[in-house]
């Protein structure tokens, strides 16, 4: 039966594809790409990586639309047409879907217990986590102290990321948007989403809180955490108006968050080298290596979920005040 | 742990945790100042490692405290430590002459974001460099070319803007290609530590994946390392990046993607396939070659300076790429070699284009008049490092030459039409370099112009003679990185398991 609504799912995955490449309308792409997300999230929930699906729908299907729409607004709604047509991308993606396909004609049957990545370092990640760490979610056990060096370095590409934007787009300090006299905006005049959203906002940013500090019990962790109260301002901002939700969490804050969360997990690094062990080695934290590495886990999982919470909002802000400059 | 065992996670987290840092610095000097001295940090611990690694160690660091395969190693031997010398050692000079010259490109409140983003850069590279683990090498590569993008698209020249979105698109295709080839391996087999990988490879049956990653990951990191005809993002990215970003980019980005294609292929597949090294060398020496003639004659009819050298640097990575299509020990240590005398040659080039920028807005050939009457410390510099671009005996680009060469009559049959083939772009070298040396001192000034003395400022004409003077240095002492490129070589081809 899953595999029946799972084919179903990856139907629908591919129509939405071509329909984002067919459109000329930019608007209706951006919406479909919403909607690819979205069903791209359902696909690893089915796939059990609920995880992977959180994230997906609270970054791909929610914070990223925002900010593809307020670069819209700054450019225009229509692909302009290209002299020479598409053959030649058509013909290296016809290529490499076969080689893809080719590939996968010896790919290990899917859930196959045989298979090597069931074999290897997965099951001493399953046996080891409980002696390790004491935690029941063993993704989170990975991503945060197992392979957290990657996760630090991710923390990094969303750094990068957020102070590229800022860079790029030149964002001035806030001085002169507060000058100005500030037109209404947002969606004070419609009364139903305006009363529907406030209601929602505030729960929001509560399962956001939530999924930050069950992640080692539950799907969930720093990055969703902070992808979804990000979601939760940014209905703010759109409900109320940009000035206000900035108002309610000052640009100065963002980058606090955004550089406090960096800095915060590389800080439990160096803490662990001072203390005699290896970069990230959590387990020296404490007496009790066990207590040790939660301890470090829970820190670090804060520091992700500022950084991320931070970079988003900050990006959202930096095209929002683009918008109101021209 | 003792200091000493900490460097190699030291070399990526110093630079790396002082990005946020450098944001918080507001007066722009302390920005400047703050990021020089985290890039000399990490210079030091680079000769450290070096040092260490010369004197026999191979330093292996387990991040986390969980040992390979189930946590992240960083692994330093003589082929890394060569490269992060060139890496932190570009890094580390840019960023001491930055100065002046960011000033008048850069605004002073986006100046700590701009060295923020420099440190990141560094930073990323040197994670590719270290790191052992197939994934935690896409990671850096994501923090480097983010940052790479952002320092592109920094400078006051708009035209930046188009050119880094083609090398954002081109780079992220790349990165995306090595990717789904690293997806396929851990399919396969499970793993993503590198050295793991070469064990648990030659156990696969179904070859089929692995063909398919060997493929993506060799194209994906050729798109990066600008590999003809995958380069055709890069001569407009660093033509008109800020002058101080192309010194550091020209000398260390696209070799560390030429770094990690030699060290994925001759590690994982090279050992463990059959007739993978035939196909390599299939594959990488007409690309090689065809790039050197093809990127060579272009940039003897291409009148932007900085454009030209750009295109130098398509020939030269396509040298770096035939020493290493040989799969022979003497091909290794000639690539590895030319990495690092192209480093110090290309840098030293745009380090003294940028000093001509200070007073020649415009850079074009025909406009540079009467340069060597205004700036004869610049153009005396820029010809040093010219005559080693091209290879001329004493410098440090004759020893990388002469080992290619030596390398090419022993790959077999087809030696001697390779060596004609570096001859000949040798050839070509010297009439673009002299294209330059022409401009600037034969040609009339414009009517109009300035011709009073007037040199760059002190402290970046400094370091340009100090890269300048290493190029000699390094002609008439090459101990040190023919060391360490014999090392790599050893290590690579020599002393599979």
Known sequence: ?326 | MTFMEHLPALQVVVPMLSAPLIVLLQPRGLAWAGATAAGLASFAIAIALAMAVLDGQTQVYAMGGWAAPYGIALEVDAFSALVLLLVTGAGAAALLAARVSVDRQIEPERQPLFYAAWLLGLAGLAGIVVSADAFNIFVFMEISSLASYILIAGGPDRRALPAVFKYLIMGTIGATFYLIGVGLIYMMTGTLNLADMQARIGDVVALNPILVAAGFITIGLALKAAVFPLHVWLPNAYTHAPHMVTVFLAACATKVALYVLIRFDSMVFQDRLSDHEFQFTLFALPLAVLGILVASSVAMFEGHLKRLLATSSVAQIGYILLGASFVSEAGITASAMHMFNHALAKGGLFLAVACLAFHFRDLRLSELGGAARRMPLTCAALVVCGLSLIGVPGTAGFISKWLLITAALESGLWGWSLVAVILVSSLMAVVYIWRIVEALYFQQASAEGDTSFAEAPLQLLLVTWAVALLNIFFGLFPHLPLALANGSAALLVGGAP
């Open chain 1, 1 to 326: 039966m899953i595999y029946v609504f799972a084919l179903f799912l990856l139907t629908l995955l591919v129509i939405t594809a071509v329909a984002i490449v067919r459109t000329e309308n930019l608007f209706v792409a951006v919406m479909l790409t919403s909607i690819f997300s979205l069903l791209m999230a359902a696909n690893f929930f089915i796939l059990d990586a609920a995880d992977v699906a959180l994230t997906e729908a609270a970054v791909g299907a929610g914070v990223t639309t925002v900010i593809f729409l307020s670069a819209l607004a700054l450019t225009g709604d229509w692909e302009k047409p290209r002299p020479g047509g598409r053959t030649v991308a058509l013909g290296t993606v016809g290529v490499l879907a076969m080689l893809l396909i080719y590939a996968s004609f010896d790919k290990p049957r899917l859930g196959d217990p045989e298979a090597p990545v069931h074999q290897h370092v997965a099951p001493w990640y399953l046996e080891k986590t409980p002696e390790y760490m004491d935690i029941p979610n063993v993704v989170t056990a990975i991503l945060s102290s197992f392979r957290g060096y990657d996760t630090l370095g991710e923390v990094f590409v969303v750094f990068a990321a957020c102070i590229g934007v800022l860079f790029i787009l030149g964002v001035k300090p806030a001085r002169q948007t507060a000058a100005a006299p500030q037109p209404v905006s947002g969606l004070r005049h419609h009364l139903i989403p305006q009363v529907v959203g406030r209601l929602l906002v505030p729960f929001i940013v509560l399962f956001g809180l939530y999924v930050q500090f069950h992640g080692e019990y539950g799907p969930g962790g720093g990055f969703q955490a902070g992808a979804i109260i990000a979601t939760g301002v940014i209905l703010y901002a759109l409900l109320e108006g940009e000035a206000e939700a900035l108002r309610a969490v000052p640009r100065s804050v963002l980058l606090a968050l955004v550089v406090g969360g960096a800095l915060l997990y590389g800080a439990v690094g160096v803490v662990c080298m001072l203390k005699g062990g290896a970069f990230l080695d959590y387990s020296v934290l404490a007496a009790d290596p066990v207590f040790g590495q939660q301890l470090g886990i829970l820190v670090i999982e804060a520091g992700v979920g500022m950084a991320v919470c931070g970079a988003l909002l900050s990006i959202f802000h930096a095209f929002a005040a683009r918008e109101s400059m021209t």
